[in-house]
């Protein structure tokens, strides 16, 4: 897919950004794995929170691809604040998909302006892949909910103004009893819990969420009753339009290792001169350049209007391994000192890679999905179709 003369305009002017905004922060943001307010606040003046939101809430109404460049370059200078801007930017989708017009007129609005959120709030200690294994619950009390239960893993839950929880409204039905919920922080029984201290993506404000007979308001209830699994997995389908994080990611590592390969010695020549380095930077350019042009091709797929679930999580799930095993492929060719230094660039982006491969979905997880796709695509009848009881909800 070839970008038009606009986009690569767009996409010289973020790098322009990123570059005086993100990368002076860059280490001190993985270091110190706090929230950079100042950042966040710098990046939503430039207008970038509001690029998910439709035009008529106040939003920018920017297409899956223009958005996927937007975190491709904020990912190449700082996992986290790409990891921030992902859920944050694209906590819209969900209102967008699922919301009553009073929802979209609130949150979208919100989001617009400078709210930070949470795309999905879904994980606990008792389920993660396996979403009917959550106990957090809601039960319905006159115009209320009221959730209790424990939520953890969660970006940017330190700072989020908002979450969209899932929460079992009919435990006896397992994953066909799971409704979502829009949750203010400010919600009474809502609080934050331990905040993590994880390998990567640190200062993404990674934390846990208590709900302590949390009151949340009947009309927050987001998208049709028990539906929870079905809007959960539009969010997994929706990956593409963020696979710009892993490809960030990627392109960062390829560029840390090129740089390194052709500026250190061994034997008096540098060590990109050796067939086996210099091969090994082939094979990561080449990786990091199909999960491109993947990723490019599912935005404009997307922005056709078109829904490939197979190609948009097929797309996903191939960003996620190169950013795995490019940023892996660049370790290796620091040779000790890339391992020396925890803070050095190479490391994070090494760690962040490993942190994001599961954030979203486990890649096994997305297995499922594409071969549900699959094979309903090859053969609509087959007892394969859909075969794991996971997907099946
Ligand atoms: C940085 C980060 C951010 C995150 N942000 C959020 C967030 O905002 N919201 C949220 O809800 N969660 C979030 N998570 C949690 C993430 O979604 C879960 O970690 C993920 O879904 C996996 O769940 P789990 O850790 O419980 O692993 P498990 O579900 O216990 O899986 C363990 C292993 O078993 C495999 N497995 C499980 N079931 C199957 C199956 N049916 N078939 C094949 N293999 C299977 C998995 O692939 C994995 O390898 C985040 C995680 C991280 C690391």
Redesign the pocket.
């Known amino acids: 897919m070839v970008l038009t003369e606009k986009q690569k305009a767009l996409q010289q002017s973020i790098r322009k950004t990123v570059q005086k905004i993100i990368v002076p922060r860059a280490e001190d943001i993985d270091r110190s794995n706090q929230f950079p307010e100042d950042v966040v606040k710098a990046l939503t003046k430039e207008g970038y929170m509001k690029t998910r939101v439709p035009k008529e809430y106040g939003g920018l109404d920017w297409g899956t691809l223009e958005f996927n460049l937007l975190i491709e370059e904020i990912s190449r200078a700082s996992g986290s604040m790409a990891?921030i801007w992902c859920?944050s930017a694209q906590s819209a989708t969900m209102e967008k998909l699922f919301g009553t017009e009073a929802q979209k007129k609130k949150y979208l609005t919100w989001l617009a302006n400078d709210a930070i959120a949470?795309?999905?709030?879904?994980?606990e200690p008792s389920?993660?892949?396996?979403m009917g294994g959550i106990q957090t619950t809601a039960v319905r009390k006159g115009d209320y909910y009221i959730l209790s239960g424990d939520?953890y893993?969660?970006?940017p839950a330190t700072h989020a103004d908002f979450f969209h929880v899932f929460a079992k409204t009919e435990p006896e039905k397992r994953s066909r009893g799971i409704s979502c919920f829009i949750v203010e922080k400010n919600f009474p029984g809502v609080s934050i819990g331990k905040v993590a201290d994880?390998i990567g993506?640190r200062g993404?404000g990674?934390a846990e969420i208590l709900l302590r007979d949390a009151k949340v308001p009947a009309e927050n209830l987001l998208g049709p009753y028990n539906a929870g699994v079905r809007i959960a997995r539009a969010g997994l389908d929706d990956a593409s339009a963020i696979g710009g994080l892993p490809l960030g990611m990627a392109q960062s590592a390829l560029e840390l290792a090129l740089d390194y390969a052709v500026s250190r010695k061994a034997f008096d020549q540098t060590i990109a001169s050796f067939q086996a380095v210099n091969f090994m930077l082939v094979d990561m350019a080449t990786k990091v350049e199909a999960s491109r042009s993947m990723i490019y091709r599912a935005s404009g797929i997307r922005d056709a209007g078109q829904n490939d679930v197979r190609f948009f999580v097929m797309s996903s799930t191939f960003a996620n391994m190169v950013a795995y095993e490019v940023s892996q492929s660049a370790l290796d060719i620091f040779g000790g000192h890339g391992v020396l230094d925890n803070w050095h660039p190479v490391t994070r982006v090494w760690r962040d890679a490993h942190?994001?491969y599961?954030?979203?979905?486990?890649?096994?997880?997305r297995r499922?999905v594409i071969s549900r796709n699959m094979f309903t695509e090859l053969s609509p009848s087959s007892p394969l179709s859909p075969f794991?009881?996971?997907i099946r909800g």
């Open positions: 990891m859920t949470n795309y999905a709030a879904s994980s389920g993660g892949t396996d939520k893993f969660l970006e994880p993506l993404a990674l942190t994001n599961g954030a979203g979905g486990t890649t096994n997880l499922l794991s009881a996971a």
